[in-house]
């Protein structure tokens, strides 16, 4: 493609005569109408048609300037972000008030106990494990003992 012949603000691709030939060729190819239209610097009377009932093209928008990306560097948009308001999170000097644990601690006497269990329980078929469950939730959760009730006598059932 000649120097002369190419489009101000487009890739090298299709010289202006070749992409009016295109959408001549190929008038329901939108996007090419629409190239051609903005080469020329006229708008396409077909595009204008049908353009309330379609999204806005990527082509019939102006490209936007790639220095507007890179005028800021990731740690400057963080540091006017939190700028903007004080955000941080900072630890409190010192060493902290008791031991920090990173994991959970069970001994074999602490069980974890929750319906959800003991309705896991039942979907797999284990009615003795699940009505164990219900019976100490019932002891953890006096004030739902007859809830608890019903639900060990339907599971004994």
């Known amino acids: 493609m000649k120097d002369s012949e190419r489009i101000p603000g487009t890739p090298d691709l299709l010289s202006e005569t070749e992409l009016a030939a295109a959408a001549e060729r190929y008038a329901w190819f939108l996007p090419a109408r629409i190239a051609r239209a903005r080469a020329a610097g006229a708008s396409d009377p077909l595009w204008e048609a049908v353009a309330p009932w379609r999204a806005q093209s990527s082509l019939a928008t ?16 963080i540091e006017r972000f939190l700028g903007e ?22 001994d074999d006497e602490d069980e974890l106990v929750s319906e959800e269990l003991a309705e896991i329980y039942l979907a797999q078929g284990l009615r003795e494990q699940a009505a164990a469950i219900y019976r100490k939730l019932s002891l953890l959760n006096p004030e739902k003992s007859v809830y608890f009730a019903e639900l060990i006598r339907k599971t004994e059932n």
């Open 85 to 106: 308001e004080d955000l941080r999170i900072v630890a409190d000097e010192g060493a902290p008030d008791g031991e920090v644990r990173t994991a959970a601690e069970l």
């Open 62 to 77: 102006e490209a936007p300037e790639a220095d507007a990306f890179t005028a800021f560097a990731a740690d400057d948009i």
